[in-house]
Nanobody, 111 residues
Framework: QVHLVESGGGTVQAGGSLRLSCAAS????????MNWYRQTPGKQREFVAS???????NYLDSVKGRFTISRDNAKNTVYLQMNSLKPEDTAVYYC?????WGKGTLVTVSS
């Protein structure tokens, strides 16, 4: 059974940084496409970033140059480093692989 647990969310001022973590069990993150999504109330969940087994990455246009996705195979964990945060980045951030989702971690960016 796949289990994804996000952590690292919190409240930060605009321009600040946070690092989200997604600890996985039941799968090996090295062999999977691992994704981060985010959702705000009243909006659809949107793709933020992905990292594939070959370490290739993709990003939502609005976070390119500010966010970096990475993984630590030894810790079976995926990270999302978020820099230069903006109020519009405020959302619940979810870790995902295929049909499996974590419960999310809340990021709030104050202006």
């Amino acid at each position: 059974q796949v289990h994804l647990v996000e952590s690292g969310g919190g409240t930060v001022q605009a321009g600040g940084s946070l690092r989200l973590s997604c600890a996985a069990s039941g799968i090996s993150v090295s062999g999977k496409a691992m994704n981060w999504y985010r959702q705000t109330p009243g909006k659809q969940r949107e793709f933020v970033a992905s990292i594939l087994s070959d370490y290739s990455t993709n990003y939502l246009d609005s976070v390119k140059g500010r966010f970096t996705i990475s993984r630590d195979n030894a810790k079976n964990t995926v990270y999302l480093q978020m820099n230069s945060l903006k109020p519009e980045d405020t959302a619940v951030y979810y870790c995902n692989t295929f049909s499996d989702w974590g419960k999310g971690t809340l990021v709030t960016v104050s202006s």
